[in-house]
C-alpha cells in the first residue's frame, strides 16, 4: 500500500485560497485513483474531490467550481487548489488513495472504498 503525507493547511479568510498536497510513497502511485475527504467537527467524513488514474475528475457540488483537484505521476502528488474559500470549508482535509478501481476513468466518491489514507491536514476559513 501507498503512504500519504499531506501538507498545505492552514488559515485563510473569507475569499482566500491554499493549496493542499499529498505526497505519496511505497508503491507505484499511478495505479491509485485518489481522493480528497474532509471532515468539520461533529460532523460526518464528505467527499471533496477525486481524479482517476486517467487524470478524469470529480468534484462535489459544494466545490465545484471553486476547487481543482491534479496530479502529477511525475512526483507522486495530488493537490487540492483550494479558492473562495468560505467558512463552511473549514476541516480537517484528507488525501486517500484506492488501488482496487476498476474502472481507468473512475473514482470513488465512497470513503470506504479507500484504502490508505493520509493523517490530515487543518484548513480553517474564518470571516
Known amino acids: 500500500q501507498v503512504q500519504l503525507v499531506e501538507s498545505g493547511g492552514g488559515s485563510v479568510q473569507v475569499g482566500g485560497s491554499l493549496r493542499l498536497s499529498c505526497a505519496a510513497s511505497?508503491?507505484?502511485?499511478?495505479?491509485?485513483?485518489m481522493g480528497w475527504f474532509r471532515q468539520a467537527p461533529g460532523k460526518e467524513r464528505e467527499f471533496v474531490a477525486a481524479?482517476?488514474?486517467?487524470?478524469?475528475?470529480y468534484y462535489a457540488e459544494s466545490v465545484k467550481g471553486r476547487f481543482t483537484i491534479s496530479r502529477d505521476n511525475a512526483k507522486n502528488t495530488v493537490s487540492l487548489q483550494m479558492d473562495s474559500l468560505k467558512p463552511e470549508d473549514t476541516a480537517v482535509y484528507y488525501c486517500a488513495a484506492d488501488q482496487y478501481i476498476s474502472r481507468w476513468t473512475g473514482a470513488s466518491f465512497k470513503g470506504g472504498d479507500y484504502d490508505s489514507w493520509g493523517q490530515g491536514t487543518q484548513v480553517t476559513v474564518s470571516s
Open positions: 481524479i482517476a488514474r486517467s487524470g478524469t475528475k
Open positions: 511505497g508503491d507505484t502511485f499511478s495505479r491509485y485513483a
